[in-house]
């Protein structure tokens, strides 16, 4: 498939996406997909669709990205294995591979199935010759994209020993506040947080504030019954423990500079100068998907951006395009 034929295809398809919740149909997929998935919800969903649709599937932002890649001189069978944590978080992938001129093999998440599954058979609907085929275990591929934890991307290794590959594992996300945040900001900082249940590698999990600064944020509420759950069983747990912490509704708030390990939990770290903030986030580059602010630094996106990826907004910081075609 060549490349106009493909940025067609996927403008077309972000043509059909412009009415997805506001059909019998669509109602239907998020319907069965939060069947499939009880973290999923409805907003999440739709706020998913309309990312990808806004920031992937104009016409002139593909062509102005897609320029600055070379396209396959022979297409290659690359396997996507993709996760399900969020809604639609493989579809990036997807793109990028039938863009770059080669077959997409993937393999769905359980947890996403239904989603992805709906968006392929858009795509197939539209461009039947589209090349995106099932993964088979038992094949052989000439590239592999995989995402998940540290034990899954063992098995990678093992499973795609003599396969190129491209193995993602897990990451967070910090905003850094210096306290002349409008509010709209600091609101557009709670869906940063939790939007998702706030199980996105662009879920922002730690705030930066200075030091002595009171922080306020605005009040919110759990998203999710499996998150209300959740955060009732933590708070349970510190006040039996007689562990302070801030509780904004929606998410509990504590002192740190670690990354938390539960959901429903920001760490909130004070710094004396933005330089000590650079200086943290430099030495934990690895482990760092975003950063929002809006404070001017280089590679910063805006409050309540982090749930919008773009298309230069590659996970892992390893432009997917340049792997794909090299």
Not at 35 to 43: K, L, P, Y
Not at 308 to 314: A, E, F, I, Q, V
Request: hydrophobic share 40%.
């Amino acid at each position: 498939m060549n490349r106009e034929a493909s940025i067609e295809l996927f403008t077309r398809l972000g043509v059909e996406l412009a009415s997805f919740g506001a059909t019998a149909e669509s109602d239907a997929i998020i319907a069965r997909s939060i069947e499939h998935n009880a973290w999923f919800t409805r907003d999440d969903i739709l706020r998913a669709v309309d990312a990808i649709r806004t920031e992937m599937l104009d016409s002139q932002r593909l062509r102005q990205w897609a320029e600055h890649y070379p396209t396959a001189t022979a297409p290659r069978r690359v396997a996507v294995i993709m996760a399900g944590n969020i809604p639609l978080v493989g579809f990036f992938d997807l793109l990028c591979v039938i863009l770059s001129g080669h077959e997409c093999h993937i393999k769905t998440s359980s947890k996403d199935s239904v989603l992805m599954g709906y968006i392929v058979e858009r795509l197939r609907h539209i461009a039947p010759e589209v090349p995106i085929y099932a993964y088979d275990p038992t094949d052989s591929y000439d590239m592999a994209i995989a995402t998940g934890g540290d034990d899954a991307n063992r098995y990678f290794r093992e499973h795609f020993s003599n396969t190129r590959t491209l193995l993602r594992g897990s990451r967070h996300s910090v905003a850094i506040l210096d306290g002349s945040e409008t509010p709209e900001e600091l609101q557009g900082l709670i869906l940063d947080i939790t939007a998702y249940s706030g199980l996105g590698c662009r879920s922002v999990s730690m705030l930066f504030i200075p030091r002595g600064k009171e922080l306020q944020l605005p009040h919110t509420t759990p998203i999710n019954p499996k998150m209300t759950g959740g955060l009732r069983s933590i708070r349970a747990l510190y006040t039996l423990q007689q562990r302070e912490y801030i509780d904004y509704g929606g998410f509990i708030a504590l002192p740190g500079d670690t990354f938390p390990a539960q959901l429903g939990i920001v760490s909130i770290a004070e710094y004396d100068t933005i330089g000590n903030v650079e200086a943290w986030i430099e030495a934990h580059s690895n482990t760092i998907q975003c950063v929002v602010t809006h404070i001017p630094l280089a590679g910063a996106i805006p409050l309540g951006r982090a749930q919008y990826p773009t298309l230069w907004d590659y996970a892992d910081g390893c432009d997917t395009m340049l792997w794909l075609n090299a």
